[in-house]
């Protein structure tokens, strides 16, 4: 069947540069945003989470910005390596319920 | 993929036949959740569970029915598959779910694709 990653928004970056991937959110109710990361051929995995009453938390190379005012989160990754390679989402909580970004494919190139 | 695993994890069948997905967990989480995905569309909630025999529908839940008998299972069964079904389908499990939802933790897929 056809890639999940067709299609999608394409950042391409050089090894050691660092990548920020961007999404838009858009229920100025949801509390609640996480990152997941998403290999070819393998399911979601979690990268890093932030509510809405934090702007900022940092993680292991990662770091994931909240802009509440224009609804906008995003994700930095420092010295981005080819191991990084793949498709990223953000998520937001709606009330009970997640609802899922369609993501954006990241290529490192060596 | 955090304690989950999901069977099989490639299926090829034919309109018209029934078709059941198995999600299995060992992190005894209350909450348990199918997903489809396809090109163009986020993840898109089919079904979830809140506990066992207690299931609730999600978005795209035309055309499948669950079952959760026990804490670590969670079945997705496609009663008469037919072609728009052909799609990747993740389980997810989380601790807390409601209005406490938090993290939701991803099995491996199963790649279904009906004929």
């Known amino acids: 069947g056809e890639s999940v990653g067709l299609h999608l928004p394409t950042l391409s970056v050089q090894e050691g540069d660092n990548s920020i991937i961007n999404c838009a959110y858009s229920?100025?109710?949801?509390?609640?945003f996480i990152w997941y990361k998403q290999e070819s051929g393998k399911g979601p995995q979690f990268i890093i989470d932030?509510?809405?009453?934090?702007d900022k938390r940092q993680g292991q190379r990662v770091t994931v910005l909240l802009n509440k005012t224009v609804k906008h989160l995003s994700l930095q990754i420092a010295a981005t390596q080819p191991g990084d390679s793949a498709v990223y989402f953000c998520?937001?909580?709606?009330?009970?319920?997640?609802?899922f970004g369609k993501g954006t494919m990241l290529l490192v190139s060596p | 993929d955090a304690g989950i695993t999901q069977s099989p994890r490639h299926k090829v069948t034919e309109t018209g036949t029934p078709v059941t997905l198995r999600c299995h967990q060992t992190?005894?989480?209350?909450?348990m959740y199918w997903y489809r995905q396809d090109p163009g569309h986020g993840l898109r909630l089919i079904h979830y569970s809140y506990g066992v025999k207690d299931t609730d529908k999600g978005e795209v839940s035309d055309g499948y029915s669950v079952s959760r008998s026990k804490t670590e299972d969670f079945l997705l069964t496609l009663e008469s598959a037919t072609s728009s079904q052909t799609s990747v389908y993740f389980c997810?499990?989380?601790?807390?779910?409601?209005?406490?939802?938090?993290?939701?933790?991803f099995g491996p897929g199963t790649r279904l694709t009906v004929l």
């Open positions: 932030i509510r809405s009453n934090m």
């Open positions: 998520a937001e909580k709606e009330y009970s319920t997640l609802t």
């Open positions: 992190e005894n989480h209350r909450y």
């Open positions: 997810a499990i989380s601790a807390r779910g409601g209005i406490r939802t938090d993290t939701q933790y």
């Open positions: 229920n100025s109710a949801s509390d609640y």
